[in-house]
């Protein structure tokens, strides 16, 4: 089965300043690949994802994220961040052709003014 | 239009009791996922439903756990003889299809506490 590890559970940072965010997988076939966010008392909401092609990604609110198939890497970044990037941020792994989509534990963002 | 909702958003039962969670997909949605959030955890599948069956139900934890479709659009997740490990928040996505994956849309997760 897949899995997912993500390397930090929470991560402090000023506004503007940049962030990287690292999530960690394993898998033995190949995967699809999620960052989603999670802000309080709400649902999760996709940031982007990678399904196949291009090795980076754009997604939403200005975060992007690089698959690295030697390093089983998908970290997820943003040159600048804000007051609102402020959540909590999952990486998940779906096999493909597969349903049971696996989450890590999740990296909470704080951005302090 | 209308998201995935879920009810209650607030659930507080006593050891031993059964409890009914529910599910509205968006319309037209023929997968829905149930997962289940514990404290400072990622979410950890439960079950999907591709149209009105449990097309993949390995993720329920013991046969307390049971979730059914009947229609195709709403579902149910049900808890039998709850206990205190039970506690956490239980979300429901959808999404268009599957095979070719789409997108998962979360609803914003019922919390169950278990007294």
């Known amino acids: 089965a897949q899995s997912v590890t993500q390397l930090d559970s929470q991560v402090p940072v000023f506004e503007e300043a940049p962030v990287e965010l690292r999530c960690n997988y394993s898998?033995?076939?190949?995967?699809?690949l999620f960052w989603y966010v999670q802000y309080p008392n709400q649902g999760l909401q996709l940031l982007l994802k990678?399904?196949?092609?291009?090795?980076l990604v754009k997604g939403i609110n200005g975060f992007e994220a690089e698959f690295n198939k030697s390093q089983t890497s998908f970290h997820l970044r943003k040159p600048s961040v804000h007051i609102s990037d402020t959540a909590e941020y999952f990486c998940a792994v779906l096999r493909v052709n597969n349903n049971d989509m696996r989450f890590g534990a999740g990296t909470r963002l704080t951005v302090k003014p | 239009g209308a998201g995935v909702s879920q009810t209650p958003s607030n659930k507080v039962t006593e050891k031993g009791k059964y409890v009914e969670l529910r599910c509205d997909p968006i319309s037209g949605h023929t997968a829905l996922y149930w997962y289940r959030q514990s404290l400072g955890q990622g979410p950890e599948f439960l079950i999907y439903f591709q149209g009105t069956g449990a097309a993949d139900d390995s993720g329920l934890p013991n046969d307390r756990f049971f979730a059914v479709r009947p229609e195709g659009s709403v579902s149910t997740l049900k808890i039998q003889r709850t206990e205190r490990g039970d506690s956490a928040v239980y979300l429901c996505?959808?999404?268009?299809?599957?095979?070719?994956?789409?997108?998962?849309?979360f609803g914003p997760g019922t919390r169950l506490t278990v007294l």
């Open positions: 996505a959808s999404s268009p299809t599957t095979g070719n994956y789409n997108e998962q849309f």
């Open positions: 990678y399904l196949s092609g291009s090795t």
């Open positions: 898998s033995s076939v190949s995967v699809y």
